[in-house]
């Protein structure tokens, strides 16, 4: 397989822990979201994601594969072990809410392009842009931080699974906006705990291959 | 079951569509999100729903689920007629992604609260928040035009599911604030065909006991 991916981007880095965890060896394709305005909308890429976002999963026999979460569970159905959902359907759906929280409720209004938009429509500086990712990181990480469980090493159980996996990434990006990490005590403790796993560890941005530090 | 609605939100609107299509009776409650600053604020409300979001649904035996995507999910394994998402697991990543074009993308970008805080934050005008609920309509609707097939009646089928749902919640948004429809025939054919549904027709917001029109 090979995943058309960029370092910072937290989506990409769902699908890389994914890939770890079940094991898949994947071949990296670097999409620069900030190179020559952004390479995510060079023809050739959009052909693969109409989306014009990464990532993009190419599976063995071509098929391009969109949207982190859908990329997850396709993982997950096609590559069973370990299972990153539960399979009893309240608990599948409390674990899917808590990773909605991150997907649907923090990251997309803190994407690249919307904090552009928002400098371009707004004028918005640097500094409000840090801000504005600042308050909808906390507005999610309030909520999530209740829906998790508080008794076990992830947020739902033994293993690391589906709301783990959204959770790491996103706290990415908390870090790099210098979030007040304070009030989410449980939450660091289960980025802790899943980064201590070599799977986690690998897929962090700063360990691709197209990292710029 | 008890759905916690407001009759304009599109994230309770796909809900009420997927407990339709799977002939699920339900009583409603409204919840006001423009009064008295928003009633989805209230202590009570937020026990069951921590990120302060319409829907909630409540089973039978009193748990609630939250966000959308993750309660028709959970209607969709324990009701499996009408599917709303193909078993093959490449087809089901198909209809996900173009799910997520609305319900990532679209939707969380335009949420009330996130137009709120644009007035807030930058002094957005009403035009000034209608034209960004259009801008990421656009890029949205972009996308998921290439994304669903162009020779069914519905997005990805002769049935509707997970994708035909979002859509057609997102078309409330587009009406409401004129979204130029010209460019998205095909959409426009599938919202078309889904609203002559009951189960469609029902949802609606205008049908809802606590519609304001």
């Keep these: 397989m090979r995943l058309y991916s ?10 890389r ?17 900030v190179a020559d305005g952004g390479r995510q909308h060079a023809p050739d890429y959009v052909a693969l994601n109409p989306a014009h976002l990464v990532p993009t999963l190419i599976l063995d026999d071509g098929t391009p594969l969109t949207q982190s979460l859908a990329i997850c569970e396709y993982l997950d159905i096609t590559n ?15 674990v899917k809410a808590a990773a909605l929280v991150v997907a649907a409720d923090i990251h997309p209004v803190n994407n ?11 004028g918005a500086t640097p ?21 998790v469980r508080d008794d076990t090493p992830f947020a739902f159980g033994d293993m690391p699974g589906f709301s783990d996996i959204c959770l790491v990434a996103q706290y990415y990006n908390a870090r790099r906006w ?11 403790e289960i980025e802790q705990n899943c ?3 070599p799977a986690f560890d690998a897929a962090r941005p700063e360990n691709q ?4 530090i």
Excluded: C
């Design 127 to 147: 500094e409000d842009k840090a801000e504005w990712m600042r308050h909808w990181m906390r507005t999610g990480f309030d909520a999530l931080q209740q829906m």
């Design 209 to 212: 291959p197209d990292a710029q």
């Design 195 to 197: 980064l201590a796993l």
């Design 6 to 15: 960029y370092w910072r981007s937290t989506a990409a880095y769902r699908v």
């Design 178 to 188: 210098d979030l007040d990490l304070t009030p989410y005590a449980r939450l660091t």
């Design 80 to 94: 069973p072990e370990p299972p990153l959902l539960p399979s009893d359907p309240v608990q599948r759906a409390h």
């Design 112 to 122: 690249l392009r919307v904090v552009q938009h928002l400098g371009k429509t707004f």
């Design 17 to 33: 822990i994914a890939l770890n965890m079940k094991g898949i060896a994947y071949e990296t394709v670097p999409v620069d979201l």
